[in-house]
């Protein structure tokens, strides 16, 4: 391994405790409720904001935003009026000789033009005709402009006419609609609840699952200079830096991860066999009842990295976990480990049905001597076992 990619490894782990701690999900009513995962149900939300009598309070504030985006994508002499339109939902723009339907998201309609939108999260006419938008509008004599509104402007996307399509972002949407609400005092007074939903609309489509506080940025600069990564501060231009900077991380970020989870694996397996041609014997040799009759990794998912020990005499399960196992039995059981090491393995004994544990204990085995292989007079998870059996 080169020292570049030694030190982004590094850098990689970390960040990792960092962000995850500037990215862990807040609460927000549009998380809580699923709210926006669907085209449509965000469709709403901007067709109201769009309505001039829409219970927003705003009246025609959010539609001149929106057509004042939408005009920055025109030329001079093509310029629309910025209100006086009205807003229908779900429009059937296919007309009457065509085979199926294709349906608009949101029409913007007045006397002189039309403004057909097509809502999704990447800026892509995902299988709609764009033609056939263009002339919806355009019926009446009337001036037709087709928008394609979303979170993400990916140009490469836009095909078969769709390159002719004005973007709109979410993002420049909402933070218009922000500052106008931050220089309306009054508005703010008298409408409680709508700047409640608002700000939730703000955080969850504009600002991520968290915002980033002063100490997260503060320690990410900090690990920037101890990991030798400062100097991308000073490179020009700073958009095109930052992308490549998080292109590279998520490059090594992706085979730290692959590699841990082959890593994991490959423990999963040598415990196994240790248990099988090992631990199950030195327990055995102790136990007068309840003896280890099989040793299983079936389990999968959050439950993979465990082996179980199944016993006869229907006595309690006992399990060897590690890595991410170890933690979600370490949070189901009533007196959690505190400070748990997570390089090591862990012993637990599940009763019932329900997949909860009684009591769990961290070993001083390690991962890395999992790895390396044990010798077979080692009996330090046979004695742990035997510990977590005989707890009352």
Not at 26 to 41: I, W, Y
Not at 112 to 127: Q, T
Not at 129 to 146: E, H, I, N, P
Request: with cysteine.
């Amino acid at each position: 391994m080169t020292a570049t990619a030694r030190s982004l490894n590094q850098l990689a782990t970390a960040l990792v405790p960092l962000l995850s701690r500037s990215l862990a999900e807040q609460f927000n009513v549009f998380r809580v409720m699923h709210h926006g995962t669907h085209e449509k149900q965000l469709s709403n939300v901007f067709a109201w904001l769009l309505r001039v009598d829409g219970t927003h309070g705003f009246g025609d504030a959010f539609q001149r935003l929106f057509v004042e985006h939408v005009n920055r994508g025109l030329s001079s002499g093509a310029q629309l009026p910025t209100s006086g339109y009205r807003v229908v939902q779900e429009v059937d723009t296919s007309g009457p000789d065509a085979l199926g339907k294709d349906v608009a998201d949101i029409v913007l309609a007045s006397p002189r033009a039309s403004i057909v939108v097509e809502n999704f999260e990447a800026s892509d006419g995902h299988g709609h005709d764009y033609q056939r938008y263009l002339a919806f509008g355009a019926a009446g004599s009337k001036q037709s402009v087709v928008v394609l509104l979303c979170a993400r402007h990916e140009a490469h996307r836009q095909t078969d006419g769709w390159e002719h399509a004005v973007v709109v972002t979410y993002t420049e949407l909402l933070e218009g609609l922000q500052a106008h609400i931050a220089r309306d005092a009054a508005w703010q007074r008298t409408h409680p609840e709508q700047l409640f939903f608002v700000n939730q609309l703000v955080d969850h489509f504009v600002e991520g699952a968290g915002a980033v506080s002063n100490e997260d940025r503060i320690a990410f600069i900090r690990t920037m200079c101890e990991t030798g990564e400062s100097a991308r501060y000073g490179y020009r231009p700073q958009e095109v830096a930052a992308q490549e900077f998080a292109d590279l991380l998520a490059q090594h970020a992706k085979r730290q991860f692959e590699e841990g989870r082959a890593t994991l694996a490959q423990i999963k397996r040598s415990l196994r066999s240790f248990a099988e041609q090992t631990v199950a014997a030195q327990v055995n040799n102790a136990l007068r009842r309840g003896q280890i009759e099989s040793v299983q990794a079936r389990w999968v998912g959050k439950w993979e990295w465990c082996i179980t020990l199944r016993r006869t005499d229907s006595e309690p399960l006992v399990l060897l976990e590690f890595g991410p196992t170890a933690v979600v039995f370490n949070g189901l059981a009533p007196e959690p480990l505190v400070d748990p090491d997570y390089s090591k393995v862990f012993v637990s004994r599940q009763v019932g049905a329900d997949e909860s544990v009684d009591r769990i204990v961290q070993t001083d085995v390690g991962l890395d001597e999992i790895l390396a292989g044990l010798p077979s007079d080692d009996t330090r998870l046979a004695d742990t076992v035997l510990a977590v059996i005989s707890a009352s």
